[in-house]
Each structure stands twice: as structure tokens, then as C-alpha cells.
């Protein structure tokens, strides 16, 4: 699942990349491995999901896992913490270890406008998840004719040991 993420450069020098959020950008792939996963099976059918949504979703993919990657962002050191945190921040590291979707809202230029992400309790988790990722510009419009939002499944990992 993962080899859907990891084709392009630059998601492969992100998760080459050793660091503090290794576990992080592994969970980012493994996100975008599942929600991609699903998409390929439906797309097997006839014209059930275009190619190119499919595609797009791989760039949403690549660059979500590239923002979550970059250790110097504040709200990435904050989802890191949470994830690893000590053992009473228990409340976030179980909700964050269950799968959490994530809707997401692209606007005709490319950005994100919005996510949410309904399965996710924990509002520090959530608020740094959407710091990271909303209001940001991606390299390429999304598709005129795609729907939105883009339904994706996201599985977070505590980081071993905290930060």
C-alpha cells in the first residue's frame, strides 16, 4: 500500500529522511496507502472513479505527507507531542490511534480550504492536524469535475518514547 505514496521524489526523500517524526511521515503513507487503496479497487470497475481523481488524490497524498513531515513547523512539533506525550495525555494517543477521516475541501486554485476531521475527539490533536494542513496551496488545481470533499482515511501513530 505504501508504494502508492512513495513513487514521487518528493514523498521518497521525506520518508528517507531520518528524524524525530519518522513514525509520523510512516503513518502519513500509511494513511494515504489506505485511503488510495480503496480508490485503485474501485477504479478496477468501469468508470467508477476517474484516473485523474485517483491522481489528484496521490498529490493530496504527497503533499500531506511532506507538510507533516516538516519538523520545523510548530503545529507539526505539537501533533508530535500529542502523539508521543506522557501517559496522561492517554486521552490523545487513543484517539489518535484509531483510524480518523479527514474530509477535505480544495478550491479551484489549488488550496486547501478546509478539513475536518469528524472521527477525531481529541480538539488539540484535531486543531494541530488542521493548522498543518488548511489554508495551504498545493502544486496543482484539483480536477473541475472532481467532488469534494475528498474522504480520506488517516492512522496516526504515537512516536516511541516522545520527543
Same mark, same amino acid.
Request: charged residues 20%.
Given at each position: 500500500?505504501?508504494?502508492t505514496?512513495?513513487?514521487g521524489?518528493?514523498?521518497?526523500?521525506?520518508?528517507?529522511?531520518?528524524?524525530?517524526?519518522?513514525?509520523?511521515?510512516?503513518?502519513?503513507?500509511?494513511f494515504?496507502?489506505l485511503?488510495l487503496?480503496?480508490?485503485? @479497487?474501485?477504479?478496477?470497475q468501469?468508470?467508477?472513479?476517474p484516473?485523474?481523481?485517483?491522481s489528484?488524490?496521490?498529490?493530496?497524498?504527497?503533499?500531506?505527507q511532506?507538510?507533516?513531515?516538516?519538523?520545523a513547523?510548530?503545529?507539526?512539533?505539537?501533533?508530535h507531542?500529542?502523539?508521543?506525550?506522557p501517559?496522561d495525555?492517554?486521552d490523545?494517543?487513543?484517539?489518535?490511534?484509531?483510524p480518523?477521516?479527514?474530509?477535505v475541501?480544495?478550491d479551484?486554485?489549488g488550496?486547501?480550504?478546509r478539513?475536518?476531521?469528524p472521527?477525531l475527539?481529541?480538539?488539540?490533536?484535531?486543531?494541530?492536524?488542521?493548522e498543518?494542513?488548511?489554508?495551504?496551496?498545493?502544486?496543482?488545481?484539483?480536477p473541475?469535475?472532481?467532488?469534494?470533499?475528498?474522504?480520506?482515511q488517516?492512522?496516526?501513530?504515537p @512516536?516511541?518514547?516522545?520527543?
Amino acid at each position: 500500500m505504501k508504494q502508492t505514496v512513495s513513487g514521487g521524489a518528493s514523498a521518497s526523500s521525506q520518508s528517507a529522511r531520518p528524524g524525530r517524526f519518522a513514525r509520523l511521515r510512516r503513518a502519513v503513507a500509511t494513511f494515504m496507502g489506505l485511503a488510495l487503496s480503496g480508490a485503485a @479497487a474501485v477504479a478496477a470497475q468501469p468508470a467508477a472513479v476517474p484516473q485523474h481523481w485517483v491522481s489528484y488524490a496521490q498529490l493530496l497524498g504527497n503533499q500531506f505527507q511532506a507538510w507533516l513531515g516538516d519538523d520545523a513547523n510548530p503545529a507539526v512539533v505539537r501533533v508530535h507531542e500529542l502523539m508521543g506525550g506522557p501517559k496522561d495525555a492517554g486521552d490523545a494517543v487513543a484517539a489518535a490511534a484509531q483510524p480518523v477521516v479527514a474530509k477535505v475541501w480544495v478550491d479551484a486554485t489549488g488550496r486547501v480550504e478546509r478539513v475536518e476531521f469528524p472521527t477525531l475527539i481529541d480538539t488539540r490533536v484535531r486543531d494541530a492536524l488542521t493548522e498543518v494542513l488548511a489554508n495551504r496551496s498545493l502544486a496543482e488545481a484539483p480536477p473541475a469535475d472532481m467532488r469534494q470533499p475528498l474522504v480520506l482515511q488517516l492512522k496516526l501513530e504515537p @512516536a516511541a518514547g516522545g520527543v
